[in-house]
């Protein structure tokens, strides 16, 4: 496959969220995420509504950008609207999401996430077989609703890695 241009990689993913303040002290005392800046208020004239693709008179509270370990930045934003339902969509719902983050330890980095707030989605799961073959992983939902999913990965690699020479990403 031929893309144009150098892809360089994953440089953020934006979440909005009801909270810019909260979601932050989340992921900084959940995860030890390290803010780096924040804006805001900025209204939302016609021209940025078009570029963001949100209704045009909404407002910008707030944006804050995070770094978390060795992944992408992670980009906070807090819009005021009269649109929409605050409620972020579940897994099985279109526009459904979740941050993933590569851990050693998924029991460790749980208890940190609930004791900033989080709660659990179910219980740790070990893969058998397949091509997720040895993955560890657990999903939790934030004080907010939005998903993160812990994910360890043994140091030979996962079941389909063994077997060839694709590898995924590993921060």
Not at 10 to 38: C, I, K, N, R
Not at 47 to 57: C, F, N, S, T
Request: hydrophobic share 35%; proline share 8%; glycine share 12%.
């Amino acid at each position: 496959m031929s893309v144009t241009g150098k892809i360089r990689g994953l440089q953020h993913v934006g979440l909005v969220v009801p909270d810019v303040s909260a979601a932050t002290e989340f992921f900084v005392s959940g995860l030890g995420a390290e803010p780096l800046f924040s804006v805001g208020p900025i209204e939302v004239d016609d021209e940025r509504a078009e570029r963001y693709d949100v209704k045009p008179g909404c407002t910008l509270v707030s944006l804050a950008m995070l770094r978390i370990a060795d992944g992408p930045n992670l980009e906070l934003i807090q819009f005021e609207t009269d649109t929409g339902d605050p409620t972020p969509p579940r897994n099985d719902q279109a526009g459904g999401h979740h941050l993933a983050f590569q851990v050693d330890d998924i029991d460790e980095t749980a208890r940190q996430l609930l004791k900033a707030g989080a709660s659990r989605c179910g219980t740790p799961a070990n893969v058998q077989g397949g091509p997720f073959d040895g993955l560890g992983w657990h999903y939790l939902r934030t004080p907010w609703g939005s998903y993160v999913e812990l994910v360890a990965i043994p140091d030979d690699g996962i079941g389909f890695e063994r077997g060839g020479s694709q590898r995924l990403f590993r921060p």
